[in-house]
């Protein structure tokens, strides 16, 4: 249980005040939690709101609620991230699944890069995408998100290189050209593109690809990092980059417009 107590993801809530519990959440109440008639939780559907519910009536593991009115979830932090993850060993994309919803990303695109260690057979792809997507849902229940990252199946490098112009693209790369990702200064609102490579890096030639199409080259410092760990501390130092950059705004803000100023 999170410390907004137990939430559980329900693809659609029917209208209605009094509504039962799909399956699996009702088995959670029930078997798993023991919750009883009269206690609380909270649903949410992905759209951003937090329904608080009661427990009304149960019997075995059929549950109904009496919802509550609609409430705003948690602000996602900024900026809004799109977090282009190279393939990695299964145990590893899911911990980057795991972590990257619970950091507020926005969206998730599995790269299959040249160096990576494993691949998703088109057969399996709609299996693997059914895996990360009950991890986001298990991820948004402990963190208090309410709403989803977009997980999107495979892409190819080429696919990714053809979307880095709509927005800033920030290529994780521990070479010496790289600047250092605190270095740089991110707009609050502006999306960004975080790049991170497979176990295995980047190869020189996907750099050069990625840097031609406009990808700016980071660093996350001396240390070359696993790449799950590049990724969770990439999210994490874009988001101070960009909420530094709010508070230097609402600063310079005062400075021009003082408390009691007419």
Known sequence: MSRHGHRFYVPELPPGSMVPLPREAARQVARVLRLRPG?????????GFDVPATIERMQGESVTVRLGQPEPGRPLPCPPITLVQSLLKHDHFELVVEKATELGVRQIVPLVAQ????????????????RWRRIAIEAA??????????????????????????????????GTEAQPLASLELEP????????????????????QLRAAGAE??????????????????????????????????????????????
């Open 217 to 262: 080259l980071a660093s996350l410092g001396p240390l070359i990092l696993r790449s799950e760990t590049a990724a969770i501390a990439g999210i994490a130092q874009v988001q101070v980059l960009a909420g530094r950059r709010t508070a230097d705004s609402l600063k310079a803000a005062g400075r021009r417009h003082p408390p009691g100023a007419p």
């Open 189 to 208: 609102e502006a999306s960004v593109l975080l790049l991170v490579g497979p176990e295995g890096g980047w190869t020189p030639g996907e750099v050069e």
């Open 141 to 174: 229940e402990q963190c208090g998100r309410a709403s989803l990252p977009a997980l999107e199946p495979p892409r190819a490098l080429e696919e990714i290189e053809a979307a880095i112009g709509s927005q800033r693209a920030i290529l994780l790369w521990e």
């Open 115 to 130: 160096r990576c260690v494993v691949a998703v057979k088109p057969e399996a792809v709609r299996g693997r995408m059914a």
């Open 39 to 47: 206690d609380t939780i909270r649903l949410f559907t992905g759209d």
